[in-house]
């Protein structure tokens, strides 16, 4: 049954629908690194932003292990599920798979994109 929402009409609640698999849980995560330079008062005087990366994990249900990696990138909806993840390339970090007698085939997914990275 779909959520009623009452209150703003400007927050999204739940993920966007997805084919061939079912998307439980979608992370984005950007992160960069900081050097600061400090003023003999201990204000700071400058500061340098580097290292930009973008960290996306993914896990859900799916039929079988067969190229589950691969369809669920090629799938999700990444822009619909979080506006922070931009378009480009992303590297499959981690991946696994499990199958239980008493549950559900599931899956989870880590990916890196490096946006100053030209590929």
């Keep these: 049954m779909a959520a009623t929402c009452i209150g703003l009409s400007t927050v999204a609640f739940g993920l966007a629908s997805e084919t061939g698999v079912v998307v439980q849980n979608f992370t984005s995560t ?67 798979y499990t199958e239980t007698s008493d549950g559900f085939n599931s899956f989870d997914i880590s990916a890196t994109k490096f946006p100053a990275l030209n590929t």
């Excluded at 050097?35 to 996306?56: D, L, M, P, Y």
């Excluded at 292990?65 to 992303?90: E, I, M, P, R, W």
């Design 30 to 96: 950007e992160t960069a690194e900081t050097t600061e330079i400090s003023k003999h008062n201990g204000t700071f005087s400058a500061v340098a932003f580097s290292n930009r990366k973008q960290n996306i994990s993914i896990s859900g249900n799916c039929n079988d292990a067969k190229s589950f990696v691969g369809d669920t990138l090629a799938n999700a909806s990444l822009a619909a599920n979080a506006t922070a993840v931009c378009s480009g390339t992303y590297y499959v970090t981690d991946t696994s």
